[in-house]
């Protein structure tokens, strides 16, 4: 996606811990991970049927963050949902696979809009 290795840098620049939480298959995510040259702190993968919410639990104990601590952005309106079960702030986006109908996006358009959001929260303007 367009802008995302700005935003990684940015958040390894300013110390963020980032991760990835996927339905895609573990596998898939950590090669095509690697292939762009990133390195998050875990990947989790799976469509097993866990829900989505436990596995971003599980990533968060890795880390260990509390849920309020963090951020979860997705493409879909199911991320959200799923963010929400798992008691994580959410910012829904359109960069993805997503679609801009499920009107989850509250304007964040690219991964820009992500620092953008960042710096304003740590300002106290969010």
């Known amino acids: 996606y367009s802008g995302i290795k700005d935003l990684i840098k940015y958040l390894e620049n300013n110390g963020i811990q980032w991760a990835v939480v996927t339905k895609c298959n573990q596998l898939f995510a950590k090669e095509t991970i690697k292939y762009y040259g990133l390195h998050p702190v875990a990947v989790k ?3 097993s049927g866990w829900p989505k919410a436990a596995r971003m639990r599980e990533v968060l104990n ?22 929400r079960n798992a008691n994580i702030p ?16 509250n304007g964040v358009k ?12 740590n300002k106290g303007t969010v």
């Open 45 to 47: 993968g799976d469509r």
């Open 62 to 83: 890795i880390m260990g963050i509390a849920p309020e601590e963090c951020l979860s952005i997705g493409d879909r309106a199911s991320d959200g949902a799923e963010s």
């Open 90 to 105: 959410f910012i829904g986006c359109s960069w993805g696979d997503g679609i801009d109908a499920d009107k989850i996006t």
């Open 110 to 121: 690219s991964p820009k809009d992500i620092i953008t959001y960042i710096e304003q929260k």
